[in-house]
């Protein structure tokens, strides 16, 4: 076989190989990963049942953890992303919205095996007075954990996870597939942040400088030539998004706002993210009732100011000469 026909048998394999990716992601039925969806679910674990998570109100309620300021209802998640356990993300591709099912997910894979080597005994120095009693959650040279025993002076702290080594039942309910890419952003960035921003979607019309391609025709330099620029005028898809105080003083926003701004970019597929102060109106104070010891000096004219306290403005003048002086 001759080099010529073995590179022609290499390509042929080549096609095939794509057609049947092609094929396959064709025939590929339900949810899929990178699907948006909005999921309904309960988890407890499997030995005390104890309440690990919730999406029912109910529950919560029945759990006593309603009162914690967190508004329970079902959550945009993004399939494969990691926003929930892999075994419950693998159960949910190739299903359908409205199917429901129970996953037992095992401790290593839930917040991990139990490890007796991070229970760890220090000086209760390390630890503020106001949290020197068992239970308190605690962070020593870094790790979080929680205080098991304190007795004196030292203090038996537990750097694993609360629920480490127990496995874990999780039920869930796809509710739907969401399209809207409003909703989408609205679900991520409630998952970021803890609560839902007030966003939108529009085109805009963009200025931006795009480079020009070289002059083929122009006299060739030892030098290359300076890029140039030209102005054009293109679309962008942009999501706004109303910065409240309550999302501006956010501890995850101010930490990664440009991280959670690029991946709200990726999946949802806008162009930018444009994020907007709002400042509410005072009630007509205004300027002037915060200048109280100028007299109400702010907008009026200063020579009629200085007649009405009897001042004479050019024995100011003059005392300010004589001080240059």
């Known amino acids: ?16 190989d794509e057609e049947a990716v092609e094929e396959a992601a064709d025939e590929a039925e339900g949810l899929q990963e990178g699907d948006f969806v909005e999921l309904e679910y309960t988890a407890y674990t499997v030995e005390d049942e104890q309440l690990v998570d919730t999406t029912d109100p109910e529950v919560a309620e029945e759990e006593g953890v309603d009162q914690e300021g967190q508004e329970f209802k079902p959550r945009t998640i993004v399939v494969g992303e990691g926003h929930i356990f892999e075994a419950v993300e693998d159960a949910i591709v190739g299903s359908e919205p409205g199917d429901s099912g129970t996953v037992t997910v095992s401790a290593e894979d839930a917040f991990g095996e139990y490890d007796p080597d991070d229970v760890q005994t220090v000086s209760a120095e390390k630890i503020d007075e106001d949290d020197r009693y068992p239970g308190a959650n605690v962070q020593i040279d870094g790790q979080q954990g929680y205080i098991s025993t304190i007795i004196g002076g030292r203090a038996r702290v537990d750097f694993n996870h609360p629920l480490a080594g127990e496995d874990v039942e999780y039920e869930y309910t796809v509710t739907e597939e969401v399209d809207d890419r409003e909703q989408q952003a609205t679900g991520l960035f409630e ?3 803890g609560m839902e921003p007030e966003l939108w979607i529009d085109t805009d019309e963009v200025e931006e400088e795009v480079p020009v391609e070289p002059d083929e025709d122009a006299d060739d330099d030892d030098e290359p030539a300076e890029p140039e620029f030209e102005t054009e005028t293109v679309e962008k898809e942009t999501l706004y998004l109303e910065a409240t105080p309550q999302m501006t003083m956010n501890q995850q926003w101010m930490m990664g706002k440009q991280q959670i701004g690029q991946d709200i970019i990726d999946k949802v597929g806008v162009d930018r993210v444009i994020v907007q102060e709002v400042i509410d109106g005072m009630g007509g104070m205004g300027m002037g009732g915060m200048m109280g010891g100028m007299g109400g000096m702010g907008g009026g ?17 003059e005392e300010l000469e004589g001080a240059e002086e």
């Open 191 to 193: 998952m970021y942040l």
């Open 301 to 317: 004219d200063i020579e009629e100011a200085l007649e009405d306290a009897d001042v004479d403005a050019d024995e100011i003048v």
């Open 1 to 16: 076989m001759t080099e010529d026909q073995e590179a022609e048998l290499e390509e042929q394999a080549d096609d095939v």
